[in-house]
């Protein structure tokens, strides 16, 4: 009898989390690909390939092989996948897991067959997907089945999706494509305009992670980084500050704060009372930029709270939905049969 094993897997742009039932969280990776140019060979997956990221000779290109939250190089995702899951998992010849994959609440039917189709090659013995609001609202604790509504905002590396969600069902729902890579975006070109210099990703990264700020501090904190003068095109060692950062920011935190804004105008009056009452939760990496809550609190006017464990509140609720996978079997039945129809 063949071997079989469900697994959750949260596709981010930025990180690739698997989640294991009976296990838990066994997987937390980079979602970068190293790639030999000349004979396609991959050299390197996850963190060691991260490392080589702006740091690669001519032959070897570094890769993330998604971009806002959908595939955009469908062969080396499939390669990443499989060895993720090999990696976790283990190999054989009989062994083909169950797997729920997570996509944004935006993606089209093309962008979710890619997806589908993706994790079948890597190894998947049936592939359901599931929109990443409700399963970072399940990983945050909260009850979807309940009839009071609950609003949730996922800010991931590719896509801030936000939703409202009551019944087990998401109600309303919004996806933008401004999350993690667009901040990183907005300091590489505030510190190109304002200081001459240019730095890489991974330098906004690390600034971002540091001292980056969505709500003014009590205390200006600062950070030195490193690039290339765009003057003179030697290195040169500047130092930002934390207020510095809270303008390179300003615009695109400004849009999420807008997106949100948007839903709760499309939301039924009964739910906008009880999400009134309950706030907002904010999963995702970009919970982790200081007062996240507080800059979107003072946008839409109702509480805002952040998740316990933010990072893993995707993957956890992926993995909490494995175990009603035969309630989510039915549903994509019903869905495939509607679409055929």
Known sequence: MAFSEEVGIDLGTANVLVYIKGKGIVLREPSVVAVDDESNEILAVGEEAR??????????????????????????????????????????????????????????????????????????????????????????GLDVSRPEGMMVMD?????????????????????????????????????????????????A?????????????????KM????????????????MTSEEMFEALDEPLTQICDAAHSVLERTPPELAADISTGGLVITG???LLYGIDKRVQDRIGINVSIAEDPLSCVAIGTGKALDNIDVVEKSEMNRR?????
């Not at 087990?168 to 510190?191: L, Q, R, W």
């Open 51 to 140: 490392q080589m990221l702006g740091r690669t000779p001519a032959n070897i290109i570094a890769v993330r092989p998604l971009r806002d939250g959908v595939i955009s190089s469908f062969d080396i995702t499939e390669r990443m996948l499989k060895y993720f899951i090999k990696k976790t998992c283990g190999a054989g010849k009989f062994f083909r897991p169950r797997i729920m994959v997570c996509v944004p609440s935006g993606v089209t039917e093309v962008e979710k067959r890619a997806v589908r189709e993706a994790a079948t090659q890597a190894g998947g013995k049936e592939v359901f997907l599931m929109e990443e609001p409700m399963a970072a609202a399940i990983g945050a």
């Open 155 to 203: 800010i991931g590396g590719g896509t801030s999706d936000i939703a409202i969600i009551a019944l087990g069902g998401i109600v309303a729902s919004t996806s933008v494509k401004i999350a993690g890579d667009k901040f990183n975006e907005a300091i590489i070109k505030y510190v190109r305009k304002k200081h001459k210099l240019y730095i890489g990703e991974r330098t």
């Open 205 to 221: 990264e690390e600034l971002k992670m540091a001292i980056g700020t969505a709500y003014e501090r009590p205390d200006v904190i």
């Open 224 to 239: 030195k980084c490193s690039g290339r003068d765009l003057v003179t095109g030697l290195p040169r060692d500047i130092e």
């Open 285 to 287: 990496g970009g919970a």
């Open 337 to 341: 049969k509607k679409n055929f129809i």
